[in-house]
């Protein structure tokens, strides 16, 4: 029997390389955006041809009435959802002193009003089967906070406590809820950087480069087809990144958490 999987924000970047990735002849594909019509159909091109029945939907993830309509839509054409794969994210880079009440709303709404609403809808349904596989795309900033995104990294960090509740919730129903936490993955959402930055970020992760979309992809995919018993987890994909945790690598202050803690220890341990 085919699988639907429900992607959202899969016109480009991460959310694209997913839907390409899980394209194949056993799954039926959802997609969606906000705005990107041409390049939402050029991905169904893409997905269609590796043998998926793939719908789109354009509608806001944040938007609670549009969600309803794109599982409704979802459920009567394939009769069911497997999969959920919550995408859709912005980012704003800037002072805290200076983003204003609006669009620390509009990055909420984006980043965790979507992951609220779609869960909604998918679990209803995944209830009545006792079975599904719900995947929450994260970020490493939701679990270290980053400066100069502080609602970036506020949402994320609400999305991984959601995914380990929710988990923990739906375990008995046979229902899987995990994150992949990614670290510096090279999709536009990093096209503030310089080439420099890029350059010296890439310098203090220990793989010694950007993750790329792909790799996000097929680690989701891995994570779509796993045994029952893997739920609750913030998967970090960052290169290495975790085992050196930066004050600041959004600008380069590259002074090593882990090793200040390691001092700040031995200090009080000798005074005391």
């Known amino acids: 029997m085919k699988k639907t999987i429900v992607i ?26 906000v705005n990107n019509v041409d390049k939402l159909n050029e991905v169904k091109s893409i997905i269609e041809k590796k043998g998926s029945v793939c719908e789109t939907f354009i509608g806001d993830m944040g938007n609670y009435s549009d969600v309803q309509k794109m599982f409704d839509m979802c459920l009567q ?7 959920l794969i919550n995408n859709a994210g912005i980012s704003v880079v800037g002072l805290f ?8 709303h509009r990055i909420c709404n984006t980043n965790i009003d979507s992951v609220f609403n779609c869960c909604h809808f998918a679990v209803k349904d995944m209830m009545k089967r006792h079975c599904g596989k719900i995947i929450n795309i994260s970020s490493v900033w939701g679990l270290y906070g980053a400066s ?9 960090g609400a999305v ?13 129903s046979g229902i899987q809820v995990n994150a992949v936490a990614c670290g510096a993955i090279d999709t536009e959402m990093n096209g503030h950087l310089s080439d420099d930055d890029k350059a010296s970020l890439a310098e203090e992760i220990p793989a010694g480069r950007f993750g790329s979309p792909q790799e996000v992809a097929k680690l ?49 341990y000798l005074i005391i």
């Open 8 to 33: 959202t924000g899969a016109s480009r970047g991460i959310g694209k390389a997913i839907a390409i990735e899980l394209a194949g002849k056993d799954t039926n594909i959802v997609i969606n955006c």
């Open 77 to 83: 054409r394939f009769g069911q959802v497997d999969v």
């Open 97 to 104: 002193q200076d983003m204003g009440e609006n669009e620390w």
């Open 148 to 156: 100069c995104e502080v609602a970036y990294s506020a949402t994320k």
């Open 160 to 172: 991984n406590s959601f995914t380990k509740a929710l988990a923990k919730e739906l375990a008995p």
């Open 220 to 268: 989701v995919k891995s994570l779509s087809g796993m045994n029952s018993y893997l739920t609750g987890q913030i998967i970090t994909l960052d290169g290495g990144s975790a085992c050196i945790t930066f004050i600041n690598l959004n600008h380069g202050a590259a002074f090593p958490l882990l090793l200040r803690d390691f001092f700040l220890n031995l200090f009080l």
